[in-house]
């Protein structure tokens, strides 16, 4: 007997609800989660998710393939990891962090798990994954100060679900898979571990005037402070640090990095590749080689583009050729980031 499509969805909808209404609830969502990816990757879930922002929210399948070589430091002294995969045959990167696990995609939609329950048919390998297969990675460390002016409009969370969540997997599967890569976030109103970086900053960083001339020198003078205890070392060059701003810098510029170095400043209220295109700056990727590319029926422009015109999207990667250049970076380096880097207006 051949079953009709919409009544095998219909059924696959409601095996996974009914699957969902007897998951135990023991635990919250991502201690649940992180116990079942470390049986083994990759495998699928049945789970019930909804916009960040609270809508009734959907039942969907999600695989998961792998974990990321990320590792995540907020504020308040809690961590999180990333993991990549499917939800509905969309490529989504799930964040886990603070008891929750959130899933980004390439549409730039952010949802949260609410329930979860391994599927019966889940294929796995049974071994976990590890981080590095041949010894451990080299690390990259990306440093994020929220300036002052954030703090009503953004959290961590919200910084890292539109500007960075994606980065990072684009980093880690296409440009350096090779590496782990240690994210930051510093926000001025939140405690910081005892000996963080952050407690080695210049005084009133957070606060930094935005129409000053000098802005990029100052973040350029704390980072020279915070990676003072690496400067000379071979990856001295993988400590980046990056102050994330509201509105326009003086100039009526949404960035400015010094190319191949240490620090930048971007501003959030400018496109949501700004971040990209500033770490690019410092990674050695150049605006001669962005482009528009044409991709799912339409026109966008890489992370480097340096216009951004509102009819065109955004592509979220790096050319082929600005690969290149940040992966030779990465590998090789300068012999220092704040002797002789370029700063670059956007």
């Known amino acids: 007997m051949i079953i009709p499509t919409s009544l095998a969805r219909r059924c696959l909808g409601i095996a996974i609800a009914l699957s969902l209404t007897t998951t135990a609830r023991a635990d919250d969502v991502a201690t649940r989660f992180e116990r079942i990816v470390a049986e ?60 929750h696990v959130e899933l980004d995609d390439e549409r730039h939609l952010t949802r949260r798990v609410t329930d979860m329950t391994p599927t019966p048919h889940a294929t796995r390998n049974r071994r976990a994954q590890a981080l590095a297969q041949d010894g451990s990675p080299r690390t990259v460390n990306v440093h994020f100060l929220l300036h002052e002016n954030l703090r009503e409009r953004f959290t961590a969370d919200d910084i890292h679900h539109d500007y960075v969540a994606w980065w990072l997997k684009d980093m880690t599967k296409t440009i350096l898979p090779f590496m782990r890569i240690v994210v930051h ?13 952050s407690h080695m900053m210049p005084g009133g960083i957070m606060r930094l005037d935005l129409r000053n001339a000098n ?24 400590n980046k640090l990056v102050m994330l701003v509201g509105g326009e810098l003086k100039g009526n510029i949404d960035g400015m990095a010094y190319q191949r170095g240490a620090a930048a400043i971007a501003s959030v209220d400018g496109s949501y590749r700004v971040v990209a295109h500033e770490l690019g700056h410092l990674f050695g990727a150049e605006h001669d080689d962005g482009a528009v590319l044409y991709r799912g029926g339409w026109w966008c422009e890489s992370n480097m583009y340096p216009v951004v015109f509102q009819l065109r999207s955004k592509c979220y990667a790096y050319t082929r050729e600005n690969q290149r250049r940040i992966r030779n970076y990465a590998i090789a380096g300068p012999e220092s980031v704040f002797a002789g880097a370029t700063p670059i207006e956007d």
């Open 215 to 238: 802005a990029l020198q100052v973040v350029a003078d704390a980072a020279e402070v915070m990676f003072a205890r690496v400067d000379g070392t071979a990856d001295a060059h993988l």
């Open 40 to 99: 083994g990757l990759p495998t699928t879930f049945a789970i019930h998710h909804r916009a960040v922002d609270g809508d009734e929210g959907t039942s969907s399948l999600m695989t998961i393939d792998e974990r990321l070589p990320v590792e995540l430091a907020f504020p308040d002294g809690t961590t999180g990891s990333m993991y990549a995969g499917t939800l509905d045959g969309h490529d989504i990167v799930a964040t886990r962090h603070d008891g």
């Open 185 to 197: 976030y510093h926000m001025s109103d939140m405690p910081e571990a005892e000996g963080s970086p």
